[in-house]
């Protein structure tokens, strides 16, 4: 299995609930946010992305949310299903940067 | 559309040995990166190149050499493995300016003994 996060914070939600999945951002240069779901023996997956001037975005069941007063983002999934259990990583980027700075990550576990 | 692809999936290295890991992308990306994996310390940069000929290096480059001879594809090297380099390898891509998500392959499981 994918030794990756034995150590992550972990969330575990109810089927059907919605998921809130925070991540503290370290830039306040940062002006690209984008949230990845890593599931077992996989790449990161992307999932959506947000730009500095919006301060929220939808996308098929999850949302982004964005606070750059307090350099907060947060992805919230949606009735939430069993095929969401994952590790979620946010990334920061800002204008000019060829990199992405990624969190840590945070593990989604869903109980049937 | 295949999107990043990195061969091979697995390897088992004896510690001193070296090795080549291949990334190929088919989105006509210009940027591509190399990212290690480990517990507890999510996503590290190695190398990355912003086009073919060209590369750079990340936060983590010690005992790793790369090359992009081709768009297509970005080569990272292992000269004499060590056990430290154990990890998870990805590869990412993604086109040219800021502000663009980077596409990843599934991985490359190495073990150095």
């Known amino acids: 299995g994918e030794s990756v996060g034995l150590h992550l914070p972990t969330l575990s939600v109810q089927e059907g609930d919605n998921s809130i999945i925070n991540c503290a951002y370290s830039n306040s240069a940062s002006d690209y946010f984008i949230w990845y779901k890593q599931e077992s023996g996989k790449g990161p997956q992307f999932i959506i992305d947000?730009?500095?001037?919006?301060d929220k975005r939808q996308g098929q069941r999850v949302t982004v949310l964005l606070n750059k007063t307090v350099k907060h983002l947060s992805l919230q999934i949606a009735a939430t299903q069993p095929g969401d259990s994952a590790v979620y990583f946010c990334?920061?980027?800002?204008?000019?940067?060829?990199?992405?700075?990624f969190g840590s990550g945070t593990r989604l576990l869903v109980r049937p | 559309n295949a999107g990043v692809t990195q061969t091979p999936k697995f390897r088992v290295l004896k510690t001193g040995q070296s090795m080549t890991l291949l990334c190929a992308q088919d989105?006509?990306?210009?940027?591509m990166y190399w990212y290690r994996q480990d517990p507890g310390m999510g996503l590290r940069l190695i190398h990355y190149s912003v086009g073919e000929g060209t590369t750079a290096k990340g936060e983590v480059p010690d005992g790793y050499n790369v090359s992009r001879l081709k768009k297509q594809n970005f080569l990272l090297g292992l000269e004499s493995a060590a056990p430290s380099q154990t990890s998870v390898y990805f590869c990412a891509s993604t086109h040219m300016g800021s502000n663009q998500p980077q596409h990843f392959g599934d991985g490359t499981r190495l073990s150095i003994l």
């Open positions: 990334a920061e980027n800002f204008f000019g940067s060829y990199k992405l700075i």
């Open positions: 989105m006509n990306h210009e940027y």
């Open positions: 947000i730009r500095s001037n919006m």
